[in-house]
Each structure stands twice: as C-alpha cells, then as structure tokens.
C-alpha cells in the first residue's frame, strides 16, 4: 500500500471555527490532491499540488485553501467551517507521468460541520 | 473538454452471474484510463489501468477492461460475481497524467 496517511480521520466542528485536514505521504511523489465525496457527486478536485508552495484550484475550491511547505505534507484548510463542507475529504498523490501516473489515496477524513 | 459518464449509477447481479460496468469518456488526448474500487467506509484502490500498452486490460480480481478508441468506452467487466465484489466503482481518466477527470461511480450489488 502506498505511504499515505490523513487526519485526522474523523472530527466534529461547528459552524465558523477553522478547521485543518493534514495528508503525509512516504512516497516522494511530486502531485498531491485534496478531493471531497459527496453521494451523486463521486470525487470533486478541491486543490492540488505540482511541488512544494505550488498549489492550484480544482472545481471546487471555494472556502478552502491549501499549502505545502514540505514535500511529504499537503494541508487542506476550512477558514469558517460551514455546514456545506460536511463531507469526506481523500488526499491522493500521483507521480504525474502519463504513462505511468496512477493516483494512490488515503482512507479518507470524514468531516461534520454542526 | 475531458469527461467521464458512468452510464449506470446502480446495478444488480447475481453471485456467479456476470458483471458489466459501463464507461463512456471524452478526452482531446490520447489518455490513460483507470478503473478504481471503493469498499465501504475505505478509500480508493485501484483496479486496473490502460497506458496504451494492450487494449484488454486485465486487473485484479478477475476484472478486465477493454478499450475501444473508436467507441470511446472504457467498460469493466467480470465473468463471474463475488459477494466481496459490491462496491462503488469509479471510471477515471486521465489525459495529461497530473489531472484526473473522475465519473460519479457506479454501485455493485451482488445478491445471494
């Protein structure tokens, strides 16, 4: 199994406090991704990362922010957690090759917002 | 415009009978394309990949896949079910290698 690791995995908030999802990878792989699941809506892309400080918005981006200041560690950050943001939220990582790339994912961090 | 239309978003089978999951995408490249498993409560695993090696692409599990450029259908399959086989299922592809285009998954039952 690849080396990927989140938390926390499961947390409870309430409306407007921060909230902060932490992805750690073993792998050294250059890509990392944030996605949320929601049912009828499969996997949407929140923000991904292409190298350390260098982080770009998927489709649903709004109300998050990210950052990777090392190349193993990938934060996915809730300034004011609403409850539209309950979800579960998978950080995945590729190596970015087309031939060759495949993402691997964490287990996942299931996330209410009361 | 790249896209993925997973044609069922639920389907039935019997154990032993056989398994079809339906696929269809849109890509301005030529891409690679993926076939991942989600087991409740789990993350994802993936199943099977084509990279423009052989067209028959065959995974774990017993599952294949068979590429048609000319369909452009992507469509999973499994002679015979398992009742560890229901899972939610996702067609992914992936036209660049970094950005991964995901369908909205389909969900095996496999009925005793």
């Known amino acids: 199994d690849a080396g990927i690791t989140q938390s926390p995995r499961h947390k409870v908030t309430e409306t407007g406090t921060p909230v902060t999802l932490r992805c750690h990878q073993t792998e050294n792989h250059r890509y990392m991704y944030w996605y949320r699941q929601d049912p009828g809506h499969g996997l949407r892309l929140i923000h991904y990362s292409y190298g350390v400080k260098d982080t770009d918005k998927g489709e649903v981006s709004d109300g998050y922010s990210v950052s990777r200041s090392k190349t193993e560690d990938f934060l996915l950050t809730l300034e004011s957690a609403t409850s539209s943001q309950t979800s579960v939220y998978f950080c995945?990582?590729?190596?970015?090759?087309?031939?060759?790339?495949?993402?691997?994912f964490g287990e996942g961090s299931r996330l209410t917002v009361l | 415009a790249q896209s993925v239309t997973q044609l069922d978003s639920h389907v039935s089978v019997s154990e032993g009978t056989p398994v079809l999951l339906r696929c269809n995408y849109s890509?301005?490249?030529?891409?690679?394309l993926f076939w991942y498993v989600q087991h409740p409560n789990k993350g994802l695993q993936l199943l099977l990949k084509?990279?423009?090696?052989?067209?028959l692409v065959k995974g774990i599990n017993g599952f294949e896949a068979e590429f048609k450029k000319s369909e452009t259908s992507f469509h999973l399959t499994k002679p015979s079910a398992h009742m560890s086989d229901a899972a939610e299922y996702f067609c992914v592809v992936s036209p660049t290698g970094n950005q991964f285009y995901f369908g909205t998954g389909t969900s095996l039952t496999v009925i005793p």
């Open positions: 890509s301005s490249y030529s891409p690679s």
């Open positions: 084509y990279t423009s090696a052989a067209t």
């Open positions: 995945a990582i590729s190596e970015g090759a087309l031939r060759t790339g495949e993402l691997f």
